[in-house]
């Protein structure tokens, strides 16, 4: 098992608290597997509302998926303790939102998307529904067990 944590970067103006809504907030992600390499074209989404057995007994996760190619069964389980706001003092730098755990699965890329909230930096005005689309660069994985990192 290997965690790995998605680390974010943005430009706040004005704005504080950028955060994913519920446990229904969807992580997009392209997944590799780390036996085979393989990397599907498409993008995939874990949330906290979704749990699938483990095989043997071993728990659950927020995906268990069998390899196209190799046919191994890999999984990935948001770690639910380790989601973090991005605040206006962390603008411009990278700062880890989430880690995932990971059995056979390496998260490569984020896309992120609608569901996220936030503040006014001044104000405390509430922002319930904002959408993050401007991806200025992805992130290559690291060597396993440090954090992976996505500039937006």
Request: glycine share 8%; proline share 6%.
């Amino acid at each position: 098992m290997v965690k790995i944590g998605l680390q974010f970067k943005a430009t706040l103006e004005n704005v504080t608290n950028v955060r994913p809504v519920g446990e229904d907030f969807r992580w997009f992600l392209k997944l590799k597997c780390a036996n085979c390499g393989e990397i599907p074209e498409k993008w995939q989404y874990i949330n906290l509302i979704d749990s699938v057995p483990l095989k043997g007994g071993r728990g659950s996760a927020s995906m268990v998926q069998k390899c196209k190619l190799c046919a191994r069964e890999n999984s990935i389980d948001i770690m639910r303790d380790t989601i973090t706001p991005y605040n206006a003092e962390d603008s411009e730098r990278f700062k880890t939102m989430v880690q995932f755990e990971c059995r056979g699965l390496e998260p490569v890329d984020f896309q992120p998307q609608a569901g996220f909230a936030a503040e006014g930096a001044e104000s405390g005005t509430k922002f319930p529904e904002i959408t993050l689309l401007e991806k200025v660069s992805v992130f290559d994985l690291p060597p396993v067990g440090q954090h992976s990192k996505c500039e937006h």
